[in-house]
Nanobody, 127 residues
Framework: QVQLVESGGGLVQAGGSLRLSCAAS????????MGWFRQAPGKEREFVEA????????YYSDSVKGRFTISRDNVKNTVYLQMNSLKPEDTAVYYC????????????????????WGQGTQVTVSS
């Protein structure tokens, strides 16, 4: 059974930084694109960033461009989200997910491209 466990969330002031981690188990991690999504209270879950199996291609939302960076370590079976210059509007529960093997390109920006999800980690940015 695939398991994804996010960590690293917390409370931070605007302008601060956090690094989220997502540890995966029970899958050939290096074979899959991984993504990060977030869901703010009362809003739909939205795409944040994704990274290809070898880290060679990344996808990102315009709302986090230049501030967030996704990376992965295929030895540790972990994907990361480095978040800098945080804003109050970044407050949300952040989820990592494993993409379906038949997803390609812009599919990765949509939830339907992902098969497995973590339980989420809360990020709160105070003004």
């Amino acid at each position: 059974q695939v398991q994804l466990v996010e960590s690293g969330g917390g409370l931070v002031q605007a302008g601060g930084s956090l690094r989220l981690s997502c540890a995966a188990s029970s899958l050939t991690f290096s074979g899959y694109t991984m993504g990060w999504f977030r869901q703010a209270p009362g809003k739909e879950r939205e795409f944040v960033e994704a990274i290809s199996w070898n880290g060679g291609i990344t996808y990102y939302s315009d709302s986090v461009k230049g501030r967030f960076t996704i990376s992965r370590d295929n030895v540790k079976n972990t994907v990361y989200l480095q978040m800098n210059s945080l804003k109050p509007e970044d407050t949300a529960v952040y989820y990592c997910a494993v993409a379906r093997s038949d997803s390609i390109g812009k599919d990765y920006l949509t939830q339907r491209a992902y098969d497995y999800w973590g339980q989420g980690t809360q990020v709160t940015v105070s003004s």
